[in-house]
């Protein structure tokens, strides 16, 4: 609780984790409804960064939208396949806190039937 008496719900939000070393052949998107999606880097073949505010990941099978603050160092290990998951905020409200906000992820395309 905060000075106020309010509970920060992000306060234990960590918006994504980088691999130390290892060799990582796969990612996970974790949604705030907590559906957790399993993906291969083998499919990443674009990836579009626009304002530092939206990532875009496109295949030909789906298309992946993340939307919050600060993506650069998503785009960064995607880039160099060490990103282990991405999480989208519990709240969808950036505290600012984190140095990376994750608001949203929207998922599009035959990954999940849409």
Excluded: C
């Amino acid at each position: 609780m905060n000075e106020n008496g309010h509970t920060n719900v992000n306060q234990n939000y960590q918006a994504y984790a980088i691999a130390d070393e290892s060799i990582v052949k796969r990612f996970m998107i974790v949604m705030r409804n907590g559906q957790t999606i399993s993906l291969s880097y083998s499919l990443l073949p674009a990836l579009i960064l626009n304002d530092n505010s939206e990532l875009i990941i496109k295949t030909h099978e789906f298309e992946i939208v993340i939307t919050g603050r600060n993506l650069m160092p998503l785009l960064e290990s995607f880039s160099e396949e060490s990103l282990l998951y991405i999480r989208e905020s519990p709240s969808g409200t950036d505290d600012g806190h984190s140095s990376v906000f994750i608001s949203n992820i929207e998922i599009a395309g035959e990954l999940l039937g849409t």
